[in-house]
C-alpha cells in the first residue's frame, strides 16, 4: 500500500509523562521508527482531563452555529530566534531573513488553504482554518522589532534533552508571542509544546512552563528557500507542528492497529503514520475511507502534504479562543504601538556616566524617548546626585512619535563613595506628562580613592581580615576556603588552605586599591610567598598556582600577568610535603620584585594577588610593597637564589627576566673554574629547581647570560 518512499522518514511521539511535547524526527535509515515506541504517551489522565474540557468548550461553540466564513480571522504574533552558532546572517544556522519570510508565508498559505499555492486543496472536508501568522512589530519593552531575533547560542548543536536551555538562549513572554526558536537541531525536525486547558486548581493537571511554551524547528527545515534540505524543504515542519501547539493531535491518533483517534471525525482512521509520498491511501482501518495521508498531522514529506480539515479547524479555533497562552495571543502587545494620547516624554536609558569607577567626573548620556502622540520639541531634565540639590537642563529639537535621541548632560564630579544618580523628564512641550511611569531612570555611581606611592601591605600590623587596609580586598567567588591571616612562628601571614580545599581551580583573590602611578618613573611591586609543593602517592605535584595580575582599567579587566607559578615552579622549599606545611624560618620565604615601569604614568593600576586552588599544599603571603624607587633595566635583578645557602646542594633560581630569551647558567668557582653548566630556553619568569649531582663547597659564583645581559650573584654550600 506504500508508494514511493524516501530514503528520509519523519517520526513523531509523545515525550514525557508531564511533558505535552511532540517530537517529529528524521531518521536517516530505511527503518520504520515512530518516536512513539522511543517516548512515554503523557499521563492518560491528563490527556482525558484535556480533551474532556476541549469537547466542552467545542459543543459550547457548536451551538452558536456561526457560519465558518463569518468568523473572525485570528491573527497570532510570532517571534523567531535564530539560534546560531555564530555565522553571518545567511549562512549555516544564520539563516537568511528570505528564508524566515518563506516559512511564515508557508505557514499562511496552509493555514489559509490559500489558492494557486500548494496550501490549497480541493478535498471536500478541507479547511480555512482562519488563522493568520505574522511577525511581531512591537517587543515586549513596546520597541518596534522585526519580530526576529538572532542569537548566537551557548551550544553548535542541540537536542530535546536541551529544551530548557535552548529556549533560555532568548525568550519572549509566551503569553503575547508565539515563540519560535530555530536552531541545529540533532535528530529531529522539530517539537511542539501542545496548549493546556484553563481547568482550575484541585484538578490534578501539572500545569506546564510557560517559559518553555513555543515549537523548535531545525534550520534545514524551516522555510522553502535558502538553507533547507530535501524532503523537509517545503516549511511544512512548521506546519505540523503548529497544529500541535493549537491542539491537533495526529491522524491516527498514536496508537498502532487503528486504535488511536486524534478526536477529529472528518480524518477517517489511520492505522499508524505514512511516510514518503503515497500514491494511495490504505485502507486497514475502514475499507470505505482511506487514510489521509495528506494531512499535515501525518507524516508524509512535505510535498505531500496540504490538508488541515474542518474539525481540526474547530479545534484550533476553539483552543486560540479559551486556552492558556493562545487565547492572550490575541491581545498581544506585538502589533500594538505603545503610544500614549498626548505629549508624553521618557527616558528608555542612561546610557553612561562613568568610564569606570577610578574616574570622578561624571558625565551622564541618556536616550530620550517619545512616548507620545505629539511630536516631542522641548523637555526638561532634571538629574540629581543622591542628596544634592537637583540641577536642570532644557533638551529641544524634533523627536517624532516613539523616536529617540541620545542627549549627554552636562559633566559634573562623584567625590570618592557610592551615590545613586536618578535623571527624569518633566514638561514635554511645556505640558504636564500624561504618563509619568517612564519618566525616571537612576543608576549608582561608585568612585573610588585612588591612592598614591608608596604603598605597604604587611599582615603583621593586621587584626583580622575583616579590617583590611583602604582600599585592599579579598574577592572569594566560591564563598569557601579563601585568603585567611595565619600567625606563624616568625611574623604573621596571609594563608590561602589549598590542603583542605577540594574546590580545584577556584580562585582567590587579594586586590589592591587602584594607585596613581602618573608621577612614577620606576614602579615597583615586591612581595614574600612561601609554598612547600605537595607530593602525590605517585609522585606527581598539584599545581597550585600564584598568580600577579594587574589592571590599568579600574579592575574591569586583570588582564595583565606579571608573574605566575605552580607546583615545583611556585615552591620557595626544596623540600615536598605529604601533610600541611607551615614556613618556619626566613630561608623558607622568597622574595619577588617585579618592575611596574612600563605602567609608569598611568592614571591608576591595580594589583591581584590571585591563588588557583589544586588540593596541593597551603599557600602563604607576607609583606607587600608598592614604592618607586631606582629599580630600573640597568639595575634590575633578574634572578634570584633560594634557599641561599643552598640546602644539601639543592637550590632554586627564580628568574625574572624582561623578556623571554635562552639564558645559560653557570656555576663556577670563586677563581673561575667551572663546575657545572646549564642551558635554559626561553626563559622569563619561571622558577628552577636544581640539584647538584657533585656538592661543592663554600662560595661559588652563579652566572646567567642572555643576549643583552651577564650577571653573577654567590651561592654558598655549607
Ligand atoms: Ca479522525
Ligand atoms: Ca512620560
Ligand atoms: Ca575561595
Ligand atoms: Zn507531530
Not at 501525518?298 to 490538508?307: K, R
Not at 506628562?433 to 555611581?445: F, G, H, K, M
Request: glycine fraction near 6%.
Amino acid at each position: 500500500m506504500f508508494g514511493s518512499r524516501s530514503n528520509q522518514k519523519k517520526a513523531i511521539g509523545w515525550l514525557g509523562a508531564a511533558g505535552w511535547l511532540c517530537i517529529l524526527a528524521a531518521q536517516a535509515q530505511e527503518v520504520r521508527t515512530c518516536g512513539y515506541t522511543h517516548y512515554n504517551p503523557p499521563n492518560a489522565s491528563q490527556v482525558q482531563a484535556f480533551e474532556q474540557w476541549l469537547d466542552q468548550k467545542i459543543t459550547a461553540k457548536s451551538a452558536k452555529n456561526t457560519p465558518p466564513h463569518q468568523e473572525a480571522v485570528y491573527v497570532l504574533p510570532v517571534v523567531v530566534h535564530i539560534i546560531h552558532n555564530g555565522e553571518p546572517v545567511g549562512t549555516g544556522t544564520n539563516i537568511s531573513d528570505a528564508q524566515i519570510l518563506s516559512q511564515i508565508q508557508v505557514l499562511n498559505e496552509d493555514f489559509r488553504r490559500k489558492t494557486g499555492t500548494p496550501g490549497f486543496n480541493t478535498t471536500s472536508v478541507g479547511a480555512d482554518v482562519g488563522i493568520e501568522f505574522v511577525l511581531a512589530s512591537f517587543d515586549p519593552n513596546g520597541l518596534p522589532t522585526t519580530g526576529i531575533r538572532r542569537v548566537q547560542g551557548s551550544k553548535n548543536a542541540w537536542q530535546v534533552a536541551d529544551d530548557a536551555a535552548l529556549k533560555a538562549q532568548s525568550y519572549w513572554n509566551s503569553a503575547q508571542y508565539i515563540n519560535i526558536w530555530v536552531c541545529n537541531l540533532q535528530g529531529l525536525l522539530g517539537y511542539a509544546r501542545l496548549p493546556e486547558s484553563n481547568i482550575l486548581a484541585g484538578v490534578p493537571v501539572t500545569p506546564q512552563n510557560p517559559l518553555l511554551d513555543g515549537i523548535v524547528i531545525g534550520f534545514q527545515q524551516f522555510g522553502r528557500v535558502g538553507n533547507v534540505r530535501n524532503p523537509f524543504n517545503q516549511g511544512r515542519s512548521l506546519t505540523h507542528e503548529m497544529g500541535h501547539y493549537l491542539g491537533l493531535r495526529h491522524i491516527w491518533g498514536d496508537r498502532s492497529n487503528c486504535t488511536g483517534t486524534d478526536f477529529c471525525d472528518d480524518t477517517p482512521p489511520a492505522t499508524d503514520p505514512n511516510y514518503g509520498c503515497p500514491s494511495s491511501g490504505r485502507t486497514i482501518c475502514d475499507p470505505n475511507q482511506p487514510e489521509m495521508f495528506q494531512n499535515y498531522m501525518d507524516y508524509t514529506n512535505d510535498a505531500c502534504m496540504n490538508i488541515f480539515t474542518q474539525d481540526q479547524r474547530l479545534r484550533m479555533r476553539t483552543v486560540v479562543e479559551n486556552s492558556p497562552r493562545r487565547q492572550s495571543l490575541l491581545s498581544s502587545p506585538a502589533f500594538l504601538p505603545p503610544v500614549s494620547n498626548g505629549n508624553d516624554a521618557g527616558i528608555e536609558q542612561i546610557l553612561q556616566a562613568q568610564t569606570n569607577d577610578c574616574e570622578s567626573g561624571v558625565a551622564p548620556l541618556i536616550r530620550l524617548r517619545n512616548y507620545g502622540n505629539k511630536t516631542l520639541r522641548k523637555v526638561t531634565i532634571q538629574y540629581q546626585l543622591a542628596n544634592a540639590p537637583a540641577q536642570q537642563v532644557v533638551w529641544t529639537g524634533d523627536l517624532p512619535t516613539l523616536g529617540t535621541t541620545n542627549f549627554s548632560l552636562p559633566a559634573f564630579t562623584n567625590q570618592a563613595g557610592r551615590r545613586n544618580l536618578r535623571i527624569s523628564t518633566s514638561l514635554p512641550n511645556d505640558s504636564v506628562d500624561v504618563n509619568q511611569a517612564n519618566d525616571t531612570r537612576e543608576i549608582s555611581l561608585n568612585t573610588l580613592v585612588v591612592t598614591q606611592l608608596p604603598q605597604a601591605f604587611d599582615p603583621t600590623h593586621l587584626t583580622s581580615l575583616a579590617a583590611l587596609p583602604n582600599g585592599w580586598a579579598v574577592l572569594n567567588p566560591d564563598e569557601s576556603f579563601t585568603w585567611e591571616l595565619a600567625t606563624l612562628p616568625d611574623r604573621k601571614a596571609l594563608n590561602l588552605n589549598f590542603f583542605n580545599y577540594r574546590n580545584i581551580g577556584t580562585e582567590d583573590w587579594l586586590t589592591s586599591p587602584p594607585i596613581d602611578l602618573r608621577q612614577s618613573q620606576s614602579p615597583v611591586l615586591q612581595f614574600e610567598y612561601a609554598y612547600a609543593a605537595y607530593q602525590n602517592f605517585d609522585n606527581t605535584n598539584p599545581q597550585d598556582k600564584l598568580q600577579i595580575r594587574l589592571s590599568a582599567d579600574c579592575g574591569l579587566r586583570f588582564d595583565t600577568v606579571l608573574f605566575q607559578a605552580a607546583g615545583v615552579n611556585l615552591a620557595t622549599t626544596l623540600t615536598q610535603v605529604k601533610q600541611t606545611w607551615t614556613p618556619s624560618s626566613p630561608s623558607d620565604w622568597r622574595t619577588v620584585q617585579l618592575d611596574l615601569t612600563p605602567f609608569a604614568g598611568s592614571s591608576y593600576i591595580q594589583v591581584a594577588f590571585v591563588g588557583i586552588n589544586d588540593f596541593g599544599s597551603n599557600l602563604y603571603l607576607g609583606k607587600i610593597s608598592l614604592k618607586d624607587s631606582s629599580f630600573a633595566q640597568n639595575t634590575a635583578q633578574y634572578f634570584s637564589i633560594f634557599p641561599n645557602p643552598s640546602s644539601n646542594g639543592q637550590f632554586s633560581v627564580a628568574f625574572n627576566l624582561p623578556q623571554a630569551e635562552d639564558v645559560v647558567v653557570q656555576l663556577a668557582t670563586p677563581d673561575g673554574k667551572l663546575l657545572w653548566e646549564q642551558t635554559l630556553p626561553q626563559t622569563q619568569r619561571q622558577i628552577y629547581p636544581f640539584l647538584l649531582a657533585r656538592k661543592p663547597t663554600g662560595v661559588t659564583l652563579l652566572t646567567v647570560k642572555g643576549k643583552t645581559f651577564r650577571q653573577t650573584q654567590r651561592v654558598l654550600f655549607p
